[in-house]
């Protein structure tokens, strides 16, 4: 009897196991990521109209209409983001969100149109996905001037790394046909004062502790993002 009693216990235990395996192939799950923040301009990327902020699960479906299929599905639970993407084995964070940071309450997806109640975004950059996400209390929506002048004039902005130079230049007016006052390489911090359009009147100081001030651009004339909040400290 104790040796059936066993063999059935040991039995058990592997089921559960299995179970357990199952349960997680099937989910997708991923642990905790690590922070993300964007660094490098990609002309391929969709950067969009704006930035839907998560504060909580949100389903992603193929059309904007909640009874057609789900496209894709992000929650979070217990300080990690799970991240569902059909017919995706392994989604990527740096492919999906165009901000990810657990410390400072980031998760960011890029919208493409905002249309009633529903969203239309991309949450796949690499494959060029996108779906629909319903208006809920669960996200926030920003145009990228607002949610530059949020956070941007706060805590400073920083250059992605690729940025030709001809986009480090300050200018004296909002555009190229004005005076050039000054132009810069690596600077400490860009504090941002005032944005128009696809520029920002900023205040630059450099490692050697000098000052500069002008009007750069912060977006392309093809909508590629170049400067993202300082989140980075």
Request: with cysteine; charged share 25%; aromatic share 16%.
């Amino acid at each position: 009897m104790s040796n059936a009693f066993f063999q059935i216990k040991m039995y058990n235990v592997r089921m559960k196991k299995i179970l357990t395996f199952l349960i997680i192939l099937f989910l997708g799950f991923l642990p905790a990521f690590a922070d993300y923040l964007p660094s490098y301009i990609n002309n391929g990327y969709h950067y969009g109209i704006g930035l839907i902020a998560l504060k909580g699960d949100v389903p992603i479906y193929e059309m904007s209409d909640l009874k057609s299929p789900l496209a894709a599905l992000i929650q979070f639970k217990d300080g990690k983001v799970i991240i569902k993407k059909r017919g995706v084995k392994k989604p990527e964070i740096t492919n999906t969100f165009v901000a990810y940071s657990k410390e400072n309450g980031l998760a960011l997806l890029s919208v493409e149109i905002d249309d009633d109640d529903w969203f239309y975004i991309c949450y796949d950059q690499k494959r060029k996905l996108f779906g629909w996400v319903k208006k809920n209390e669960n996200i926030d929506f920003m145009y990228w001037e607002d949610f530059l002048n949020l956070y941007g004039r706060k805590r400073g902005v920083y250059i992605f790394n690729n940025t030709p130079d001809i986009y480090k230049r300050l200018y004296s007016q909002e555009k190229e046909e004005s005076t050039m006052v000054d132009s810069f390489n690596f600077p400490k911090h860009i504090a941002l004062w005032l944005i128009k359009g696809n520029w920002m009147l900023v205040k630059i100081t450099t490692y050697d502790g000098l000052t500069k001030t002008g009007w750069m651009r912060w977006r392309t004339e093809n909508g590629a993002v170049m400067v993202f909040p300082d989140f980075r400290n």
